[in-house]
T-cell receptor, first 113, second 114 residues
């Protein structure tokens, strides 16, 4: 059981380049999330999808877009990368939005130069 | 607005001693609280949660947490620390005002010295 799988694990982009971070879960979870983790700031929610077919902005959505491709997959796109987007990105999933715990991928370390 | 605070950036404990990692919260309504652990270069792993019931919650790897409503705290504890417990620990609270999203503390780095 793979859980939550993120690709790629590492990426270096030049300012202005675009890329898509992929995330897939095999636990039949309804809710999926994208977070960024920066030193001393914990996790900040970028976007989430409470259920298939819906997406909503989180705390820090500017500069990002998302697609809930199907129940399994939730991608995060940077249209024009900026150095401020250098961070570690985590995808997570939960059975639902209520009481259940989140399961995390291993993260993508993104550097924008 | 809901919030969670982890007042210590780092906690140092000698192996074999008890450990406590602190978390306080502010919520409207009933608190739903979580603890996660992050090992280096890994994603977060769920340790335990408090939804309702007994104030002492037991979780993975011998960890437990005590919910204290009057002090609005949910401290993580372990009776005897292991070197392998060294990691980053995050407390989170469910935000019922924002579609039940999890609000995260900044994290506490736990260092267990042999």
């Amino acid at each position: 059981n793979a859980g939550v799988t993120q690709t790629p694990k590492f990426q270096v982009l030049k300012t202005g380049q675009s890329m898509t971070l992929q995330c897939a879960q095999d636990m039949n979870h309804n809710s999926m999330y994208w977070y960024r983790q920066d030193p001393g700031m914990g996790l900040r929610l970028i976007y989430y999808s409470a259920s298939e077919g819906t997406t909503d902005k989180g705390e820090v959505p500017n500069g990002y877009n998302v697609s809930r491709l199907n129940k399994r997959e939730f991608s995060l796109r940077l249209e024009s990368a900026a150095p401020s987007q250098t961070s570690v990105y985590f995808c997570a999933s939960r059975q639902d939005i209520m009481n259940t715990e989140a399961f995390f991928g291993q993260g993508t370390r993104l550097t924008v130069v | 607005a809901q919030s969670v605070a982890q007042p210590e950036d780092q906690v140092n404990v000698a192996e074999g001693n008890p450990l406590t990692v602190k978390c306080t919260y502010s919520v409207s309504g009933n608190p739903y609280l979580f603890w996660y652990v992050q090992y280096p270069n890994r994603g977060l792993q769920f340790l335990l949660k408090y939804i309702t019931g007994d104030n002492l919650v037991k979780g993975s790897y011998g960890f437990e947490a005590e919910f204290n409503k009057s002090q609005t705290s949910f401290h993580l504890k372990k009776p005897s620390a292991l070197v392998s417990d060294s990691a980053l620990y995050f407390c989170a609270v469910r935000d019922q005002d924002s579609n039940y999203q999890l609000i995260w503390g900044a994290g506490t780095k736990l260092i267990i010295k042999p």
